[in-house]
């Protein structure tokens, strides 16, 4: 089994195409992007076809998607973090574009002949406890009397669950049409191409040491732009003067090798529904358009003073939790050889919810936050920040993540001590759920403690 090297996705198209210069020397623009990733990607996308006489230019540290843009799970959903009171009565009307940001990822796969392995089967959270049914059950409750209804999310009964995937022990499900699979590095690859045919330079190597109102600050040069728009998600912390504003969450994953049609046969899965259970460290899954299982999970969630590692290197006991669950999850891959363990980090603000910023007079802008769940709310923040950029009053510009600022976090050891505690806790509470049968005391005290409800 291979480790790290980025991960599988890239592995599987033979790595990164890299070959990018680096920033030449100082130079102007309209617009300098930081990071190419998907929020980078798709804001110059979107800036350029809106605008073509744009000089837009993308500065990245390593290579084009060598964050969490190439490393997640595949998951394009409509669902996006942080608890629906947060974002006041706004949430119905961004949750309303976050289900259309899915199908405007389709529309640009099929304008720009982006083979990303896309298919848009839909979302299944898995119960495999009691405890876990009732939290779901209580999930779709609260959905609905928001405005959702049963097209949007429904319960399944594990019967009902049965003829889409047999998951050993699910007791109940839920299950939305508003998300897809997907190959997250053909995805940013086939952006990448379609951002430089629109005429929008991409220099890799090109680290931004620091953003200052009208200017991107790296070795080789100052980039002077009227905007400035930060898009380092789990990076952040690298920039000077932003180490409390996201901080790096580490998540892991394991991909199968081929499963035979008999390990198929007995799991189910006839179409590529992504998958996740509701334990409070959840694994999330995807069958691969290779017939593959991949699984993830946060394994070790964060690292002492925001670090992150270079090649994603993933630690034996996070594998063998991950397989562990695979095998229990579905006791037919018990047989399967597993091919690549990889990690990567994503963006996580205090509040747990995702922010879009852009202020006129600095000329400074954002979006991130996403807690790993930004393939498709990338998208819709990206048109956000298009209209912000060009001066346009639009439904996007209106949405309740405008604008939002949550408080910075703690320094360190406190960081370090409250991430790692949080996660311990939230294990010990799923320890508790499967021995009683019934939602856990300590994690609802540890989601208000940690600002997640």
Not at 129 to 153: F, M, N, P
Not at 331 to 340: M, Q
């Amino acid at each position: 089994m291979r480790t790290g090297e980025l991960g599988f996705w890239w592995r599987s198209l033979g790595g990164p195409p890299g070959g990018r210069e680096q920033l030449p020397g100082p130079a102007e623009a309209d617009v300098a992007i930081v990071g190419a990733g998907y929020t980078g990607l798709w804001t110059a996308y979107y800036l350029k076809r809106a605008q073509p006489s744009l000089r837009v230019v993308v500065l990245e540290a390593e290579l084009v998607g060598y964050g969490a843009s190439g490393r997640n799970g595949g998951w394009a959903t409509g669902f996006f973090s942080g608890p629906p009171r947060a974002y006041g009565a706004g949430f119905m009307a961004l949750q309303r574009e976050m289900f259309d940001a899915v199908d405007e990822i389709a529309r640009v796969l099929a304008r720009e002949q982006i083979d990303a392995d896309f298919v848009k089967s839909g979302h299944l959270t898995v119960a495999l406890d009691a405890a876990q049914a009732q939290r779901l059950r209580a999930r779709v409750r609260e959905l609905h009397s928001l405005g959702l209804d049963d097209g949007d999310v429904r319960e399944l009964s594990g019967e009902q669950l049965g003829p889409r995937v047999r998951v050993a022990g699910a007791q109940a499900a839920t299950f939305s049409p508003h998300a897809a699979r997907l190959h997250p590095a053909k995805l940013v690859a086939g952006l990448a191409a379609a951002v430089e045919r629109l005429g929008v330079p991409i220099h890799e190597r090109t680290p931004v040491r620091e953003i200052l109102a009208g200017e991107a600050r790296t070795a080789h040069g100052t980039v002077r732009a009227r905007w400035v728009v930060r898009a380092s998600e789990g990076y952040t912390a690298s920039l000077r003067g932003q180490r409390h504003a996201l901080v790096p969450m580490n998540s892991s994953m394991i991909v199968t090798e081929p499963l035979g049609p008999e390990v198929w046969e007995a799991i189910g899965w006839d179409g590529a529904e992504v998958l996740e259970d509701n334990a409070h460290v959840f694994v999330y899954l995807q069958r691969t358009a290779d017939g593959r299982i991949a699984i993830g999970g946060r394994g070790v969630p964060y690292r002492f003073g925001s670090r992150t590692d270079r090649d994603g290197a993933t630690a034996r006991a996070t594998v063998e939790q991950l397989r562990e669950k695979l095998h229990a999850m579905f006791p037919a891959t018990a047989g399967a050889r597993l091919d690549h363990a990889w990690s990567g980090v994503l963006g996580v603000a205090r509040d747990w919810c995702v922010s879009v910023q852009a202020d006129g007079a600095s000329g400074l802008a954002s979006a991130g936050g996403y807690v790993g769940q930004g393939v498709a709310a990338s998208n819709l923040a990206a048109r956000t920040l298009r209209d912000l950029l060009l001066e346009q009053s639009t439904e996007l510009t209106e949405l309740p993540w405008v604008g939002r600022r949550a408080r910075r976090w703690e320094p360190e050891p406190l960081r370090w001590t409250g991430i790692r505690g949080v996660y311990a806790l939230y294990r010990r509470a799923d320890e508790i759920e499967r021995r009683s049968g019934r939602p856990s005391a300590l994690a609802r005290f540890v989601d208000g403690v940690s600002g997640r409800n």
